[in-house]
């Protein structure tokens, strides 16, 4: 969404100013910053414990469908890689 803002100069209303702000992270961070961070992520992602995240990925996809017509455009998406892992 902070593309669009500020490719198109408009920014909706009702939107978190957070959207907006620019966070490094594994996502939008190179080269070697991306390596590292990502080689620390990676040592909780065996295949064993996405095995085990199956089942709440799996609901949280569920309601995250069921509630996508009340949802503001684009929220479903980027709540789904990071729900399952943030939330008990």
Excluded: C, K
């Excluded at 070697?32 to 949280?60: C, D, G, K, M």
């Excluded at 949802?71 to 008990?88: F, H, M, Q, V, Y």
Aim: hydrophobic residues 40%.
């Amino acid at each position: 969404m902070a593309w669009y803002a500020s490719t198109s100069g408009e920014v909706p209303a009702g939107r978190p100013p957070e959207e907006y702000i620019s966070l490094e992270s594994m996502t939008t961070a190179d080269g070697t910053e991306h390596r590292r961070l990502r080689s620390l992520i990676v040592q909780a992602f065996t295949p064993r414990r996405v095995a085990a995240l199956r089942p709440r990925i799996e609901r949280i996809t569920a309601d995250l469908l069921d509630d996508l017509a009340a949802r503001a455009p684009g929220n479903s998406a980027r709540e789904l890689p990071i729900t399952p892992i943030t939330r008990g």
